[in-house]
């Protein structure tokens, strides 16, 4: 039997193997092999060929959105290159609420969102905010830089081996979606001020740079802050609640960096305050 007739014979047994790459171009199997991974069903454990398409879509449009924030900032667009991690934001929070609610969680989709994360949370914000000023602080730059950058993988590696016990209404440590919120939020702030290039002044570089290093630490202290999984979007709430949800709107729409760094930075600061308020309960 020659070569060219063993696929025709292979398609005509059924065989599992032929069956799994039957949807993939012919040829192309040949440069990537199929993915494989042990899922639970009914107690069993079986293995799966494949990935859901949807949550990953959601994770990749974050991870386009953290790169794009690099190139923008490279090019001196510090505007968009702060949107663009704001966006990224709103991606990342959506993947992981689409696949509980499709039911399409997987082992790959969590790795993947960490990865992307990495790079939307943690490399993009730390380039973005080098770009913008502390580059021309020397080493002092780009140490906090690297200090941010480090934190954030300790941050994200220490979640992903503590996701199965921990409590799912709280981190531990600021969310690298909102420390970097923080940093994309300063930045945007201060071009609208004015503040680029020659025009930072030299304090100001000086405060970002502290600033950056020290969002960095609090990723990876052991603050508790409220991860709001506990919402019910679902339920009714009162009336007020509605009305207080336009109420915020209203005020993004008239300064939107302004807005979103305090609010940041108050959420930042919930942490430690909660903390010290609990210390103080339990001496009393």
């Keep these: 039997m020659t070569d060219e007739a063993e696929p025709e014979s292979v398609a005509e047994t059924g065989s599992p193997q032929k069956k799994a790459t039957a949807s993939v171009p012919p040829g192309l199997d040949m440069l990537v092999d199929e993915l494989e991974e042990e899922v639970s069903e009914n107690g069993k454990t079986v293995r799966r060929q494949g990935i859901f ?38 991606f990342d929070g959506l993947d992981g609420r689409v696949a509980r609610i499709t039911n399409t969680s997987s082992k790959f989709g969590a790795e993947y969102d960490s990865l992307a994360d990495m790079v939307s949370f943690g490399v993009a914000p730390a380039l973005v905010m080098f770009s913008w000023s502390l580059g021309d602080l020397g080493k002092f730059g780009w140490s906090a830089a ?40 300063t930045v945007w702030v201060c071009h609208d001020i004015g503040w680029i290039g020659a025009a930072i002044p030299g304090e100001i570089g000086v405060v970002a740079a502290l600033l950056t290093a020290a969002i960095g630490f609090s990723m990876i202290a052991n603050f508790r802050y409220s991860s709001f999984k506990g919402i ?9 609640v509605m009305i ?15 807005v979103i760094l305090l609010a940041s930075l108050a959420y930042a600061a919930s942490g430690p305050i909660q903390q010290v308020m609990n210390r103080r309960k339990q001496k009393q």
């Design 146 to 185: 690297f200090i941010y950058v480090a934190c954030a993988a300790l941050r994200l590696a220490r979640f992903n081996t503590q996701i199965e016990s921990a409590d799912k209404n709280y981190f531990t440590g600021l969310a690298s979606p909102a420390a970097a919120a923080i940093i994309a939020s």
């Design 232 to 240: 019910d979007f679902r339920g009714r709430v009162p009336f007020v």
């Design 244 to 258: 207080a949800v336009v109420l915020v709107f209203g005020l993004v729409t008239v300064d939107p960096p302004s």
């Design 53 to 90: 398409l949807l949550p990953n879509l959601f994770t990749t449009g974050a991870l386009f959105a953290g790169f794009y924030a690099i190139i923008a900032a490279m090019r001196g667009d510090f505007e968009s290159a702060a949107i663009a991690i704001l966006v990224a934001m709103v």
